[in-house]
Each structure stands twice: as C-alpha cells, then as structure tokens.
T-cell receptor
Framework: GNSVTQMEGPVTLSEEAFLTINCTYT??????LFWYVQYPGEGLQLLLK?????DKGSNKGFEATYRKETTSFHLEKGSVQVSDSAVYFC????????????FGKGTMLLVSP | KAGVTQTPRYLIKTRGQQVTLSCSPI?????VSWYQQTPGQGLQFLFE???????NKGNFPGRFSGRQFSNSRSEMNVSTLELGDSALYLC?????????????FGEGSRLTVL
C-alpha cells in the first residue's frame, strides 16, 4: 500500500537555525508529493508540492526536492522564524483522479527566539 | 473568497449517540473530502464526494457515512459513537476534476465522546 514516513518530533530550533524534516514514501505508481502545514488552531494549508521526479517545490523560504531514487521529499529552510512554529505534514497523492491524500503523522516544529 | 467552513467547531457527545458534521466548500469547488485526525493515527482519509457521488472511501466502519448536496455542501454522520471516535474531523475541498492533491482545509470540528 501507500505510506508516508516522517521523522518524529518535536523538532526544537532557535531562530535563524537551519531546518530539515525528513520524509520518505512508499507508493504504487508515480505519486505527487506535498508538504502541508498546520498552525495552532487552524486547518491544514498547502505549503509546497512537486509532481514528478527532480521537481523542486518552494514557498515562503521552504524547499523540498522530489527524489525518486531515494523515495524522499525532505523539507528544508535555511533560516527559521518563530512564526514557522507549526506541525508539518508530508503527503502523497496518486494521480488516480481522486482527491485523496496519504499523510505522514506530522512533525511538530518549535522555534524559540 | 470565503474558505472552507465547518460547523460545529466543537461538540461533546456520549457513547451510543450519533453526530452530524457539516462542511461548506469554497464556492465553485465540487469535491469535498473528509479526514479524521487523532494523535495516535494522524490524518486518515474517510471519504470523498464529487458532484453528489461518493467516489472514494477510506477504511472506516459503516458507522461513518456522508453525503453531498447539489450545492456541494457536505455532511458526515457518525452513528453509535465510541470513545475512539473522539477526534478532529477535517473537511477539505478541491476545484479540480482530476486529482492534483491540492486541498483546501477547514478548521475542523472537534468531537469529544464521553
């Protein structure tokens, strides 16, 4: 079946530190890959996506590259801010025509000033 | 443009009762999906509706059901509530006929079963 594995959190960083959140996936077929973010008390928001191998998704200083050879989609940011504190979810969808996402369990990021 | 609206935001029920949750998608969106979020299991897909038809279903018991109306608003129902049904139920809408995975989520309905 399809699955997404993320590193467990919480990840605790100081402001301006470098961030990496690891994500690997298992899928039957060729998935699209996503990072969603959930701020406290809010629903999920799409952060970035990549639809094919070697694509790089980027948004708000965050980046992730679709690595088919390692089945990975690690999230990175060069300099985190306190406002980046949230839960980050890696997800995949198979282009089957259905709007169905398979999510990882989420990684909480806590950034201190 | 208004986002996805879910009601109620919070509710408390007792075991054995039933509950109905409502979701109004973004205007023009015809696909509505439901997810259950719990600390232990994370986010799990319940079902998806498109143009009033259920076109995909997750691995949940028959106590979980849903429907979609002609205006794309959706409801989900859970009957004979169990303690394990306590969760945040998230609704998401999409304007894509073909899946691109870009979903717009509401803030959720937090259900507590006592």
């Amino acid at each position: 079946g399809n699955s997404v594995t993320q590193m467990e959190g919480p990840v605790t960083l100081s402001e301006e530190a470098f961030l990496t959140i690891n994500c690997t996936y298992t899928a039957t077929g060729y998935p699209s890959l996503f990072w969603y973010v959930q701020y406290p008390g809010e629903g999920l928001q799409l952060l970035l996506k990549a639809t094919k191998a070697d694509d790089k998704g980027s948004n708000k200083g965050f980046e992730a590259t679709y690595r088919k050879e390692t089945t990975s989609f690690h999230l990175e940011k060069g300099s985190v801010q306190v406002s980046d504190s949230a839960v980050y979810f890696c997800a995949l969808s198979l282009n089957s025509g259905y709007s169905t996402l398979t999510f990882g369990k989420g990684t909480m990021l806590l950034v201190s000033p | 443009k208004a986002g996805v609206t879910q009601t109620p935001r919070y509710l408390i029920k007792t075991r054995g009762q039933q509950v109905t949750l409502s979701c109004s998608p973004i205007s023009g969106h015809r696909s509505v999906s439901w997810y259950q979020q719990t600390p232990g299991q994370g986010l799990q897909f319940l079902f998806e509706y498109f143009s009033e038809t259920q076109r995909n279903k997750g691995n949940f018991p028959g106590r979980f059901s849903g429907r979609q109306f002609s205006n794309s608003r959706s409801e989900m129902n859970v009957s004979t509530l169990e303690l394990g049904d306590s969760a945040l139920y998230l609704c998401a809408s999409s304007g894509d006929r073909i899946n691109t995975g870009e979903l717009f989520f509401g803030e959720g309905s937090r259900l507590t079963v006592l």
